[in-house]
């Protein structure tokens, strides 16, 4: 199998397949993120070409579509070469219209699609606990979804491609209210003066406390903007999610407002830091001072 991409979730999903004895041939644009691939006994490739030479499915956990497109040759000559008699697999996140487009033209060219984006940050890919959303034709997916067990330790069909970035990004319209909700009623409690730490234990024992708000009220108590995902990521996932809802004229109020707040919070200077940094955005708010 062959996998390009090798970030921050590339690097530690194609390490756990290598670690389950998957045969794997990697290249990455960066060559240094290659080497803890090879120490695992994954093949390294000098070009993404060679990798598709050696392996019928090819996983991209790339950045965009733009590196897709780059690392495919789409729009080359090369690009029929790259795709035919192979099977592509797109676990990263892009627009939807983006990858019914690429299907379209592997297809065209004599290849297999699946779209297979996923849930879960750094630490669930580390573990293997991805959760994959799969779409595309039938016996394609189900071809693909035993190789990513030892990434992901659920994976759902979703039906035909982009309905797997759909529900990618319907999860995500929640997650991003939710932390954002969470953050405004952290900010609500803070500013009328109350126990911000037992502000936390009480949501802790009621029934709205999640894996979610256990790892992000305690980062707003502490201030703790380090990095789990970038305010920045969030912004273009919102962008994403906005854009899908505007094409299909659904009403998504309380994205929007996320997304202006997203704005703000990177316009401040926050984009590298954690998502709940959207505080910056709500307390600048307060204080009469949005940029
Ligand atoms: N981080 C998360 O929590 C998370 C969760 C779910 C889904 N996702 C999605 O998964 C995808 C990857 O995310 P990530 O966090 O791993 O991103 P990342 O750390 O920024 O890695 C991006 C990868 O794309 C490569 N790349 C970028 N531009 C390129 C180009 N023009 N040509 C060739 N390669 C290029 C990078 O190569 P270099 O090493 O050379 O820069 C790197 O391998 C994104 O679509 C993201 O939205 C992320």
């Given at each position: 199998m062959g996998f390009i991409g090798l970030g921050v979730m590339g690097q530690p999903m194609a390490l756990n397949l290598a670690r389950a004895g998957t045969h794997l041939v990697v290249w990455n644009r960066t060559p240094a993120?290659?080497?803890?691939?090879?120490?695992?006994?994954?093949?390294?490739?000098?070009?993404?070409a060679e990798v598709f030479k050696r392996a019928r499915t090819v996983i991209l956990?790339?950045?965009?579509?733009?590196?897709?497109?780059?690392?495919?040759?789409?729009?080359?000559?090369?690009?029929?070469?790259?795709?035919?008699?192979?099977?592509?697999?797109?676990?990263?996140?892009?627009?939807p219209g983006y990858s019914r487009g690429l299907e379209a033209d592997v297809r065209t060219a004599g290849g297999g699609y699946v779209e297979a984006p996923v849930s879960g940050s750094r630490k669930p890919a580390e573990a293997g606990r991805l959760v994959a959303m799969l779409a595309g034709?039938?016996?394609?997916?189900?071809?693909?979804?035993?190789?990513?067990r030892p990434m992901c330790h659920e994976a759902f069909t979703c039906g035909p491609v982009p309905s797997a970035l759909l529900m990618k990004?319907?999860?995500?319209?929640?997650?991003?209210?939710?932390?954002?909700?969470l953050t405004e009623a952290f900010h609500f409690a803070d500013r009328h003066g109350l126990d911000r730490a037992q502000f936390l234990e009480v949501l802790d024992a009621g029934p709205m406390?999640?894996?979610v708000s256990r790892m992000k009220a305690p980062k707003l108590l502490a201030r703790d903007f380090a990095v789990q995902a970038a305010a920045r990521?969030?912004?273009?996932?919102?962008?994403?999610?906005?854009?899908?809802?505007?094409?299909?004229?659904?009403?998504?109020?309380?994205?929007?407002?996320?997304?202006?707040?997203?704005?703000?919070?990177?316009?401040?200077?926050?984009?590298?830091?954690?998502?709940?940094?959207?505080?910056?955005?709500?307390?600048?708010?307060?204080a009469g001072q949005a940029p």
């Open positions: 993120r290659c080497e803890p691939l090879r120490e695992a006994g994954a093949e390294v490739a000098g070009s993404p956990m790339l950045a965009d579509g733009a590196a897709i497109d780059s690392a495919l040759g789409r729009g080359t000559p090369d690009f029929g070469a790259n795709v035919a008699g192979r099977t592509i697999v797109h676990m990263g996140t892009t627009s034709e039938r016996a394609a997916v189900e071809a693909v979804r035993p190789l990513l990004l319907s999860v995500n319209l929640f997650l991003i209210t939710m932390v954002t909700g406390a999640s894996g990521d969030v912004l273009m996932n919102n962008q994403l999610i906005a854009d899908a809802a505007r094409a299909s004229g659904i009403a998504s109020p309380l994205l929007d407002v996320c997304h202006a707040l997203f704005g703000e919070a990177v316009a401040l200077g926050h984009g590298q830091a954690d998502m709940v940094a959207v505080l910056h955005a709500l307390e600048a708010r307060t």
